[in-house]
């Protein structure tokens, strides 16, 4: 009888070993696949005197992924007011340079539908291109911005909402959506991004601090193949904490 106690106990230590075993393997498989980070970050008048935590709070976020040596991420980002600035597309994340003031100067008007719709065309042309080998199993958009609408001349709501939603069914690409001064959740559902995939911040230096910091989650949640909620969750509380 104790020979087959010790045998259950036995194989119940197995098979927990055993699936902890391929749990991880899975996460790191998972974390090892090929993916496009897309940022598209207003840089409208309205951005004025949050250059600094802007920058330092993309330079950061960048840096920490750096860091897990995953050469497998992939950056493309595009700074906006009335007119669009691919800075870089399609660039290994290793290889990114820090954004700086040079590329950050805040001015002009919040031309966001032109951004979207021009930067999901570009990135969606650019992954067509590639081989399947090459080709990104994962795609994040990261969209922040602290204005409403007000310059775009190319593409409108219709057409954007169109081309997340294509992609987003056909491609599983995701879309995260940050925004301050406007109602940030009704402005994504109009965009076709759902409501957990957005959140309202506070426009001032420590709510743009934990947008970076919640972008991180962001990331960290796509790569292992299961993005919740709790992304936004510190935005959230320190909305809750301090208003809008």
């Known amino acids: 009888m104790k020979r087959i106690s010790n045998l259950i106990v036995f194989l119940f230590l197995a098979l927990s070993i055993f699936s902890v075993s391929k749990t991880k393997q899975i996460t790191t498989s998972k974390n090892q696949e090929k993916m496009e980070l897309v940022f598209i970050l207003d840089k409208s008048g309205s951005m004025g005197g949050l250059e600094s935590d802007t920058i330092g709070g993309f330079n950061s976020m960048l840096e920490k992924q750096k860091k897990l040596n995953n050469e497998n991420i992939y950056v493309t980002t595009v700074l906006f007011d009335n007119e669009y600035k691919l800075l870089y597309s399609h660039v290994p994340i ?21 951004a979207i719709g021009k930067t999901v065309s570009q990135v969606k042309s650019e992954q067509i291109k590639l081989s399947s080998k090459d080709k990104a199993k994962k795609v994040l958009f990261v969209i922040i911005t602290d204005g409403m609408e007000n310059a775009s001349k190319e593409y409108n709501i219709t057409t954007v909402k169109r081309l997340i939603e294509t992609q987003k069914n056909t491609e599983k690409w995701e879309f995260i959506f940050l925004g301050a001064n406007i109602d940030a959740i009704g402005t994504a559902q109009n965009l076709g991004v759902e409501r957990s995939r957005a959140v309202q911040y506070k426009s001032d230096s420590i709510g743009t601090q934990n947008n970076y910091k919640a972008v991180e989650r962001a990331i960290d949640g796509v790569r292992a193949g299961h993005l919740d909620e709790s992304w936004k969750m510190e935005i959230e509380k320190d909305v809750e904490n301090r208003g809008q």
């Not at 290793?94 to 032109?114: V, W």
């Open 94 to 114: 290793q290889k990114i340079k820090p954004l700086t003031e040079n590329e950050y100067s805040p001015g002009g008007n919040t031309a966001l539908l032109d």
